[in-house]
């Protein structure tokens, strides 16, 4: 049974391959454990996002999205 059942329609409509991680591997998701190191700067673990403003969530993803990349020079 895949597990999100969409997968492999997605793949044929886009010739795009679907990869799902294996579970307890973060080394599989490194751009996501990045992202997520990144948000805990501004919001620590278990924080409720419903508590933050629309103005400051935009503040932050600008801020993240702003900031200069290694890779981009």
């Not at 991680?21 to 919001?43: H, I, K, M, V």
């Amino acid at each position: 049974m895949p597990r999100w059942p969409g997968h492999a329609a997605f793949s044929l409509a886009t010739d795009i391959p679907v990869y799902f991680c294996d579970p307890a591997s973060p080394w599989q998701r490194g751009s996501n454990e990045n992202t997520n190191g990144l948000l805990r700067q501004y919001f620590p673990q278990g924080t409720d996002l419903f508590a933050h403003s629309a103005e400051h969530l935009a503040f932050v993803a600008a801020e993240l999205n702003d900031r200069p990349r290694k890779t981009l020079g």
